[in-house]
């Protein structure tokens, strides 16, 4: 799938039109970045809906205009996109991963581009090696400090991929595969299988009987950059978004065992295998074999390994050895939160603030897939880079959601919120009269996040206890390989959360993912309630939420652990003060 690629080119065509500074209008350059939010968000592959709709079906996704439709078309039909090639003379640097490093803009960027040369992340690390940044005008030791800080930070991922970028690709190639007519079966195994927020490679099972004509059709895929083994039953390829895939061809009668085994976690198989010997059978990736060395769990299924073994089938996100092969033996597997339980979405944007949609075509787009209520949550003040609200902006907003509410018949209903931002000393930046007003009121950290732990959780604590708070929105603030959480402790926090009835959200955001599924598990163990949220800046983000439910899944949680499971009457009850 092209669309990472192709997303990093317009985010590179803004940086650059940016820098080329007056020349080009600040619109042209928002005009790249919307695009690129799009299209690397776009949980499909831009190349289809190309071949099959053409510029005009391009142009029928958010923010892609007519210019930008066409470099669509031009880099699908050549592999060249000539306006990046053009800027790309002039600016001859890796702009799209120096600005990966925290705190690394495009400007400054160039400017070690202009005084020394440096085009890359690794010519980056030898000037700071030889303390040659620290001599430049606007730079000194403490910027060399923070860049060191964020390539570390960077570097800590062991060049791990977001789930949110991993999972489309592997479902592109999974159905390029099913439509090549050459397997009779692909399954998506490993990590992605179990959803979990960082993907190292990606594993895709297949059944085919024409296994190499499947390995040469891989291979020839464009999404491949280089192949790395090949054989009729294994081959492993370097795709062109920077991961490995590898495939296996297994026969039927294996498929069930292989898709256990490629599944994992490690852990859990080594578990397993355990159980196996114990009564005195043996695990493989091949099956489950008796004494006689006959396949005792022969089939395409998996349940039946689990079941020869003594244990009920469970959910890939639960297979991490947390202990779920002892309730899977006992019987006692809870009933994991499904996508289909989620009646709405309290945790979205318009062009109120930040968004790019209006409050009409997100309400359009949430009933279109079945959604019951979304809440409105534009940004409070003290985001001023959104364009925040006030006390008498919030007042219009919620004017205007009532108008929205009263067209809309009742298909669905917009609930008046605001994301609130919780100030240094605990209280909110609107008046109480405002939050009054809102049906619920989530709650964020957004500025001064680099407080000490004590007064950080101070600060949580208090927003808590204040009264106003429901939903403590993406509560350690990371950024999955991008910026640490604030200092929080957690256990403080959860204690509060509990006694004053607070609601903590799992942001759907690929890269938040916020609360994680371990802290998730350990908030569930204060008996706290959760709310799934895609934190949508637009429509195409609504199809963020399965990354959120994926972490439920993996925390355990169940339908009743989560507030957004709830009618719209129900729900609102639950969230009142
Ligand atoms: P990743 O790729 O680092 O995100 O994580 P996984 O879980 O996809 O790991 P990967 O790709 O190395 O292996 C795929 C699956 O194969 C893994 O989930 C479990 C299984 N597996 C790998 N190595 C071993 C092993 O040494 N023993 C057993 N029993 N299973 C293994
Ligand atoms: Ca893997
Ligand atoms: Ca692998």
Request: with cysteine; charged share 30%; proline share 2%.
């Amino acid at each position: 799938m092209i669309n990472t690629k192709l997303a990093e080119m317009l985010n590179e065509i803004a940086d650059m039109l940016e820098l080329e500074g007056e020349k080009y209008s600040r619109f042209e350059v928002l005009a790249y970045r919307k695009a690129a939010v799009t299209i690397g968000s776009l949980q499909e592959d831009v190349e289809g809906i190309y071949r099959k709709s053409g510029v005009e079906g391009l142009m029928e996704l958010p923010g892609i205009g007519k210019g930008i439709a066409g470099s669509i078309k031009e880099y699908i039909e050549t592999g060249k996109l000539s306006k990046y090639e053009m800027l790309k003379k002039k600016y001859p640097l890796d702009l799209a991963n120096l600005t990966k490093i925290q705190g690394m803009g495009a400007k400054k960027a160039f400017k070690l581009y202009q005084n020394l040369k440096i085009k890359d992340v690794n010519g980056l690390k030898k000037a700071l090696e030889q303390q040659k940044i620290r001599k430049l005008e606007g730079f000194g030791e403490q910027s060399e400090e923070q860049i060191k800080k964020g390539i570390a930070l960077l570097e800590s991922g062991g060049g791990r991929m977001l789930l949110g970028t991993a999972l489309p690709e592997a479902e592109a190639i999974r159905d390029k595969l099913v439509k090549s007519g050459l397997i009779e079966k692909a399954v998506i195994g490993g990590s992605t299988r179990r959803m979990r927020e960082t993907v190292g490679d990606l594993d895709i099972l297949l059944m085919s009987s024409k296994g190499e004509k499947a390995m040469d059709f891989i291979t020839s895929l464009p999404e491949v950059e280089s192949v790395l083994v090949k054989g009729p039953t294994k081959t492993s390829v370097r795709l062109k978004i920077g991961l490995n895939c590898d495939f296996r061809v297994v026969p039927k009668e294996s498929f069930g065992a292989a898709l256990q085994y490629f599944t994992g976690n490690k852990d859990h198989n080594v578990k397993l295998r355990e159980i196996a010997i114990k009564k005195r059978l043996k695990l493989s990736e091949w099956g489950l074999f008796d004494r006689k060395e006959k396949n005792v769990a022969a089939g395409e299924s998996e349940e039946q390994v689990y079941k020869v073994l003594g244990l009920d089938w469970m959910e890939p996100e639960m297979r991490e050895d947390r202990g779920e092969i002892d309730l899977a033996q006992q019987h006692r597997l809870p009933a994991l939160i499904k996508g289909s339980d989620i009646k709405g979405d309290l945790h979205v944007h318009s062009k109120y603030t930040d968004g790019a949609d209006t409050l009409e075509e997100l309400a359009e787009a949430a009933a279109r897939l079945g959604l019951k209520y979304i809440g409105m949550t534009d940004h409070s003040k003290s985001e001023y880079i959104t364009g925040g609200m006030g006390d008498k902006e919030y007042e219009k907003y919620f004017a205007a959601i009532d108008k929205v509410n009263d067209k809309l018949g009742g298909k669905i209903k917009l609930l008046k919120s605001g994301e609130v931002d919780i100030l240094k000393d605990g209280s909110f930046d609107v008046s109480d009269k405002t939050l009054d007003q809102m049906d619920y009121v989530l709650g964020a950290i957004h500025t001064s996040t680099k407080m000490g732990r004590d007064e950080m959780t101070k600060r949580v604590v208090k927003a808590m206890e204040s009264g106003y708070l429901n939903i403590f929105a993406h509560p350690t603030e990371r950024l999955i390989n991008e910026r640490n959480p604030i200092a929080l402790d957690l256990d403080k926090v959860f204690e509060a959360a509990k006694k004053n009835n607070v609601v903590m959200e799992i942001d759907s955001q690929p890269s938040r993912l916020d609360l994680s599924d371990e802290n998730a598990i350990k908030a569930k163990k204060y008996g706290l309630k959760f709310s799934i949220d895609t934190d949508a800046h637009r429509t195409s983000h609504f199809q963020y939420m399965r990354y959120g439910v994926a972490v439920a899944k993996r925390a355990w949680l169940t339908k009743i652990d989560v507030v957004n499971t709830k009618e719209t009457d129900e729900l609102l009850k639950l969230l009142k003060k």
